[in-house]
């Protein structure tokens, strides 16, 4: 029984998912450039409360032992508190991501004193001219201020969750020494073209020779920083990264979005990844141990085009979600494939008649009409 | 890797579940989740589903393995493995109060 | 991260002094899986 059997059972999928992503609503403070929910409006179809209420008991009944909490700002909602305290309350720990806006000292205080309550503080970058240029003016401020109210009210260790972008990837040294003066937890994650993504991945998304930098900065200060298992894809340059390696939407992870839409993650926010609806009947429960969708998903997947290539086996093909909203087939090579194959796919796509060159657009768009646009 | 059967001294020892501990049954075993530090394990033979679920019962760990049919034979791995629950505090050595508790 | 218990331990292997050797537990981070805010 080695690593391999474990990631292969768990590729067949549990009975529930060991934890999921809740995004609690698309109404956001913020219009981050490349939000993967493309928020900013609350919708009038969300969940209320007792819905809500009824999420956490199915999930409770489930085991699931973790769930994480996002949005929009999901510290927008009225109810935020109630619903984090039921959770934790029914025996379901927490951890929201938040851009930090609403945790003033007094909120940090009510935080400081709840149990099995994480908090993932976003920023993009270590100062406000690279933060702000993704999301948006006062965003940094507005980040650091609820970090140093958590800290003021003995919070704790938080999380502190980075998207990587060509524009920050020089500053991963600093990110961590950010960290390490909270006392709080660095998290860099992978950036996918999803959501308002689609449109400033072109721009954003890291070049070749900063995907090295960031696969040898993890090699050499992976040991206390979190990726959210988003860095497979580079595992072909070496030694693989810890952590599982794998795909877990559909399988071990899922998405519950703000209307009750049930998707494989929160990257592949489209019809083609939507496995049904909480609202149905059978609840969550029915639509992750029987939807179509999350059953195919379980089945052992086509390495497809890369099913000769080598680093199959350490990259697995990278990530759905970067192959589907860059047009590319999921049986083919990443966009960010670490061998030049996504490039070479990406190119041979682009030579296409457009209407085959599509690119799929993500399900909904509650970005809010008046956008302040941001020069790159 | 292998540990000198007769003399390991985690065999002596009364164990027990953390309280803040929940386990959930899987087809391989189960998965451990520690509310206290997050830390997630899985354990991945029925047999050390079984033995966790029956270590609060049993004076020493020993005890415990004997009751659930482990053959000795495997008993090194139950040690490495237990070590491990232990360095995460998934497991804790009872206190004399908790053991008369049980 | 937690990945010692998982990267250096062996396979199941048979030894000639009739011992089995297992890998029985295998931690994985909370924050371990993809497809995850």
């Keep these: ?376 | 890797m292998s540990t000198d059967l007769i003399a390991h001294p985690l065999l002596g020892v009364a164990l027990a579940l953390h309280p803040q501990v929940a386990l959930r049954p899987e087809p391989f075993g189960a998965l451990a989740y520690h509310y206290g530090n997050r830390r997630l394990v899985f354990l991945k033979h029925p047999d050390m589903v079984a033995v966790a679920l029956a270590l609060n019962v049993h004076d020493s760990f020993a005890g415990a393995l004997t009751a659930c049919g482990v053959a000795e034979a495997r008993w090194p791995s139950f040690v490495t493995a237990f070590q491990s629950l232990q360095e995460s505090q998934v497991v804790v050595v009872r206190t004399t109060q908790e053991a008369d508790h049980s | 991260m937690e990945n010692d218990d998982i990267a250096t331990t062996a396979e199941a292997i048979e030894e000639p002094a009739d011992l089995i050797e297992e890998l029985l537990v295998e931690e994985i981070s909370i924050d371990g899986m993809c497809g995850v805010y």
């Excluded at chain 1, 400081?112 to 001219?129: F, H, R, T």
């Design chain 1, 1 to 376: 029984m080695s690593v391999e059997s474990l990631v292969s059972q768990l590729k067949t999928g549990l009975d529930a998912p060991i934890c999921l992503t809740w995004e609690l609503t698309y109404a956001c403070n913020l219009q981050c450039i490349h939000c993967l929910s493309s928020s900013g409006q609350r919708d009038d179809r969300e969940l209320s409360t007792t819905e809500a209420k009824r999420v956490l008991d199915e999930l409770r009944d489930l085991q699931v032992f973790y769930i994480n909490i996002g949005g929009g700002e999901p510290m927008v909602r009225r109810d935020f508190f109630e619903l984090v305290e039921y959770s934790v309350a029914s025996g379901i720990g927490v951890k929201f991501s938040t851009n930090g806006a609403f945790i003033d000292a007094e909120k940090a205080r009510r935080l400081a004193a709840m149990e099995y309550l994480d908090i993932q503080i976003s920023l993009d970058g270590v100062d406000a001219a690279t933060n702000d240029a993704v999301r948006g003016a006062g965003s940094f401020d507005m980040a650091r201020r609820a970090m140093d109210n958590l800290a003021a009210a003995n919070f704790g260790p938080f999380k502190i969750s980075v998207v990587v972008t060509r524009h920050n990837v020089p500053q991963l040294d600093e990110f961590k020494a950010l960290a390490d003066g909270y006392g709080a937890q660095l998290r860099v994650t992978r950036l996918r073209p999803s959501g308002r993504g689609v449109d400033s991945w072109d721009n954003l998304h890291p070049t070749n020779a900063q995907q090295r930098e960031i696969y040898d900065w993890l090699m050499a200060n992976g040991d206390n920083v979190l990726t959210g298992d988003s860095f497979f894809h580079l595992n072909a340059l070496g030694p693989a990264l810890p952590g599982l390696n794998m795909c877990g939407a559909g399988r071990v992870v899922c998405l519950i979005d703000p209307i009750g839409d049930v998707y494989a993650c929160p990257f592949v926010i489209h019809d083609e990844f939507r496995a049904g609806n909480v609202r149905e009947e059978g609840g969550f429960a029915k639509v992750w141990k029987q939807s179509d969708l999350f059953t195919s998903l379980r089945e052992p997947q086509s390495a497809g085009a890369c099913a000769s290539c080598g680093a199959f086996d350490a990259c697995q093909g990278g990530c759905m979600a970067a192959k589907f909203f860059t047009g590319l087939p999921l049986d083919g090579p990443d966009p960010e494939c670490v061998i030049g194959e996504g490039e070479v796919a990406l190119a041979e796509l682009a030579a296409q008649p457009v209407a085959v060159s599509l690119k799929p657009r993500p399900a909904m768009d509650h970005t809010k009409p008046t956008r302040v646009p941001v020069l790159l």
